[in-house]
T-cell receptor
Framework: DAGVIQSPRHEVTEMGQEVTLRCKPI?????LFWYRQTMMRGLELLIY????????DSGMPEDRFSAKMPNASFSTLKIQPSEPRDSAVYFC????????????FGPGTRLTVL | AQSVTQLDSHVSVSEGTPVLLRCNYS??????LFWYVQHPNKGLQLLLK??????LVKGINGFEAEFKKSETSFHLTKPSAHMSDAAEYFC????????????FGAGTILRVKS
């Protein structure tokens, strides 16, 4: 298996632009997670899905952030409009089940908002 | 609420000497605990996990961790450091109503000197 795939790996954009980050989870995994990593706040869970349904979005910072999972093999995290404070590394992870199941992380997308 | 505290932000060791990365946890019930490693510009990889079985947990690359309930600790150790161990290490606790969320510590950067 190729593991969790994220694209793009790097994104540089200007303030006010829309940004879309993409994730393909490992086939057969029922859970998908979006995390954000910054120097100030460390690694934070933004939202997670179970069987394509958003379960907990309490970590989404504000309405400018939205996430979708239209099918079992694809998810997007969108920021509109983007701001410089959104600059971070965004990770996608997937797991087979809940509970003690390991989460497998993608390589991350490094976002820079100028 | 579940949380973890990593007691050292940076640890420096010489190659061939033991490694100790410290983590204390807070949990209202028996926790599930993990150690993840992140190499520069890479995603996160699971090193080991504790899920209420044996208190001494062995992981990949010679790492192990001991769960000590009396001390609320889950320290990560390795008998002999290798240059390739240089990375950032995260202590993680499972949280949320169904245990689907991971709460990350602030991370410990391990430096290995030759």
């Amino acid at each position: 298996d190729a593991g969790v795939i994220q694209s793009p790996r790097h994104e540089v954009t200007e303030m006010g632009q829309e940004v879309t980050l993409r994730c393909k989870p490992i086939s057969g995994h029922d859970y998908l997670f979006w995390y954000r990593q910054t120097m100030m706040r460390g690694l934070e869970l933004l939202i997670y899905f179970n069987n394509n349904v958003p379960i907990d979005d309490s970590g989404m910072p504000e309405d400018r952030f939205s996430a979708k999972m239209p099918n079992a093999s694809f998810s997007t995290l969108k920021i509109q409009p983007s701001e410089p404070r959104d600059s971070a590394v965004y990770f996608c992870a997937s797991s087979r089940t809940s509970g003690g199941s390991e989460q497998f992380f993608g390589p991350g997308t490094r976002l820079t908002v100028l | 609420a579940q949380s973890v505290t990593q007691l050292d932000s940076h640890v420096s060791v010489s190659e061939g000497t033991p490694v100790l990365l410290r983590c204390n946890y807070s949990s209202s019930y028996s926790p599930s605990l993990f150690w993840y490693v992140q190499h520069p510009n890479k995603g996160l990889q699971l090193l080991l996990k504790y899920t209420s079985a044996a208190t001494l947990v062995k992981g990949i690359n010679g790492f192990e961790a001991e769960f000590k309930k009396s001390e609320t600790s889950f320290h990560l150790t390795k008998p002999s450091a290798h240059m390739s161990d240089a990375a950032e290490y995260f202590c993680v606790v499972r949280a949320g109503e169904y245990g689907n969320k991971l709460v990350f510590g602030a991370g410990t950067i391990l430096r290995v000197k030759s």
